[in-house]
């Protein structure tokens, strides 16, 4: 699987949109993009993914360049809750399905 | 988003003794599961993919036979830490994935202290 690179940690404040970069450069065009976010002390929680399309769900939206070597994940309007580090994953559909978490970026939404 | 339980949340036990992690899908069934350990400030740790009904496929550098992994049913996995010792302190997480889910869901984490 390809390998990502995120910012350890970024700030945003509280109702603001949050923005989270991530770099994919070697991506193969079979590989999908995946974020993921774990709350201290809790199990890591599904966010969204995608292949090229953007998508937006009720948690966030995912943006994929044209090019699909990056993404940006956005929380629209972050609230304190939304503390957590956040994992760009990108790996093969259907293909056992292992994940291979990176360092991640730790946001912090401060009021 | 599917349900995935871990039970116990926490344990605390003594050196030399084992101890057994049970992961749960409570909405779906689970054909692969995944174990995972998380030291202090640092990212998850794959250590081992099962499938229902098959041997566990672990990651290198992980003893399988001091961590048994069982999928013995489409929604249970257990992790048995045998003959743990401090350094097997960690907080250890199941993923499953499987039903009609290309995502994998985690469970809420066992946070295991040896003394």
């Known amino acids: 699987d390809a390998k990502t690179t995120q910012p350890p940690s970024m700030d945003c404040a509280e109702g603001r949109a949050a923005n989270l970069p991530c770099n994919h450069s070697t991506i193969s065009g079979n590989e999908y993009v995946y974020w993921y976010r774990q709350i201290h002390s809790q199990g890591p929680q599904y966010i969204i993914h995608?292949?090229?399309n953007n998508e937006t769900n009720e948690m966030a939206s995912l943006i994929i360049t044209e090019d699909r070597k990056s993404s940006t994940l956005i929380l629209p309007h972050a609230t304190l809750r939304d503390t957590a580090v956040y994992y760009c994953i990108v790996r093969v559909l259907n293909q056992g399905g292992k994940l291979i978490f990176g360092q991640g970026t730790e946001l912090s939404v401060k009021p | 988003g599917a349900v995935v339980s871990q039970h116990p949340s926490r344990v605390i036990c003594k050196s030399g003794t084992s101890v057994k992690i049970e992961c749960r899908s409570l909405d779906f069934q689970a054909t692969t599961m995944f174990w995972y350990r998380q030291f202090p400030k640092q990212s998850l740790m794959l250590m081992a993919t099962s499938n229902e009904g098959s041997k566990a496929t672990y990651e290198q550098g992980v003893e399988k036979d001091k961590f048994l992994i069982n999928h013995a049913s489409l929604t249970l996995s257990t992790l048995t830490v045998t003959s743990a010792h401090p350094e097997d302190s960690s907080f250890y997480i199941c993923g499953a994935k499987g039903g009609p889910y290309n995502e994998q869901f985690f469970g809420p984490g066992t946070r295991l202290t040896v003394l």
């Open positions: 995608g292949l090229k």
